[in-house]
């Protein structure tokens, strides 16, 4: 509102007043019904969930469930059929055509900041040496949990690695495939794992916040003259009892190297494996810069602890000494790769997973989403012609986005809270969309819209 003020030695019309009062009053009568139509819409909107937003048309989103405590992470068992796990409470849930039937296990997790339930993959028993024993549609689960004495969040076991039977609706015979650190923490714990097109189990796992306690320090962190590689900084490989694979790749032996499918990982909440290639893709998190996807090879050299980001930004990097003093190569069975895009600003990408479907359309066949904790954004990016990379045009084209609206155009969908997992149903191709919040954790489905 503006108001004026007038010198005594002057006087105002009548008829001007008069306009005055009633331009007020019109104006007050306006923000009281834009008032009303707020709180409203805030009603409203405490009423009716919130559907994220898609950048295509074409698509639409449904939520399928709701009221999940922090969900970290789901697998199919069947069409709409899930298993869902919660970070805090330890629970594995089933959501069987958007309704959840029941809870499936009751874990012992530490909860403190990234620690819990973290990782679940499924694997048909079919595909292994123990078919013979099992039914046509029995499963191997496997879960990575932070593991606790008592269900009061007592003394921690450790990281581990369970493997489960899925058998008659339920999950019985537990078997331990790993126990790994969890100290110093609480943070940097990763446990997300996938099963790969050799049918063997990937994990990933951070470096457990290494910077508190440098007592924790491994080689798998680039830093010489410490510990030998304990399951801390990498991606872990073993097969469905454990065990080392051997196909003739090994980064060597002692502590858990011969395990080891990649190191140099400061901290990840996603892995994916390109259904076209089979290669195994990451995301990571770096700490005040660096944020990185990448593709690991065998024996991937992602650079932590000594390289954050492309490592172009580092002027010593072309120095051949390099290699030789900072970064460790396990005999040259390990490598150092350049991410195939960084950020300069931190925005936390989360999960990571292959459209292997044209379900969506057929511009999104064989894409890569990327979900992230900002925004609760996902992107949407083409591969290049040898799927060796992004396809990247423009300010991008060096890999580094300078800026967030650099990926304006990759933006899939936003409002999503926080994106733990997307995955994609193996019958139907729809894409399910898991967010996190402690109270409200939700799914969506996105699909094509019928009515567009």
């Known amino acids: 509102m503006t108001y004026c003020m007038y010198n005594n030695h002057y006087s105002t019309p009548i008829s001007v007043i008069i306009i005055i009062i009633v331009v007020m009053c019109a104006t007050f009568i306006y923000i009281d019904n834009i008032g009303e139509i707020d ?144 100290l110093p923490g609480p943070s940097h714990n990763g446990g997300v794992m996938k099963i790969g097109p050799d049918n ?102 992602s650079g932590w602890r000594q390289v954050l980001g492309l490592s172009s930004m580092y002027s010593e990097f072309s120095n051949k000494e390099f290699d030789k003093s900072k970064l460790v190569t396990f005999n040259g069975n390990g490598k150092y790769y350049d991410p195939v895009l960084t950020w300069n600003d931190t925005i936390a990408p989360t999960t990571i997973a292959f459209i292997h479907s044209s379900t969506l359309g057929q511009e999104y066949m064989d894409d890569v989403l990327v979900g992230g904790v900002k925004n609760g954004t996902i992107l949407h990016f083409d591969l290049n012609q040898t799927r060796t990379g992004l396809q990247l045009e423009g300010s991008l084209s060096d890999k580094v986005v300078n800026n967030p609206n650099e990926l304006d155009t990759a933006i899939f969908g936003t409002g999503f809270d926080i994106i733990t997992d997307i995955k994609i149903d193996p019958i139907d191709g729809d894409v399910y969309v898991l967010a996190a919040k402690t109270k409200n954790g939700k799914i969506y489905k996105v699909s094509q819209d019928g009515d567009a």
Request: hydrophobic share 35%.
């Open 200 to 301: 063997n189990l990937y994990i990933i796992m951070g470096d457990l916040n290494r910077l508190k306690d440098p007592t924790g320090d491994t080689i798998a962190s680039n830093l010489q003259g410490t510990s030998l590689p304990d399951g801390r900084g990498g991606v872990l490989r073993i097969t469905p009892d454990g065990e080392t694979v051997n196909d003739g790749f090994t980064l060597g032996v002692g502590g858990l190297l011969d395990k080891y499918y990649g190191y140099g990982v400061r901290n990840s909440f996603g892995i994916g494996f390109d259904n076209v290639t089979g290669f195994l893709w990451d995301t990571e998190n770096g700490s005040h810069y660096g944020d990185e996807i990448n593709i690991i090879k065998p024996g991937f050299n």
């Open 39 to 182: 709180a409203q819409s805030s009603k409203k909107s405490k009423k009716e969930p919130s559907i994220p937003i898609l950048r295509d048309n074409d698509l639409k989103t449904e939520l399928i469930v709701d009221k999940l405590q922090f969900p970290s992470g789901m697998e199919f068992i069947g069409n709409d059929d899930l298993l869902v796990i919660e970070k805090n409470t330890g629970k594995v849930k089933r959501v069987t055509n958007g309704e959840v039937v029941g809870d499936l296990l009751d874990l012992n997790v530490a909860t403190k900041s990234e620690r819990g339930l973290l990782g679940i993959a499924v694997l048909d028993i079919s595909k292994t040496k123990h078919a013979s024993n099992y039914g046509p549609n029995d499963k191997f689960v496997f879960l990575f949990v932070t593991e606790t004495e008592n269900e009061d969040d007592g003394e921690i076991l450790g990281n581990r690695v369970y493997r489960f039977d899925f058998v008659n609706g339920a999950l019985i015979n537990p078997v331990l495939l790993l126990d790994l650190p969890y």
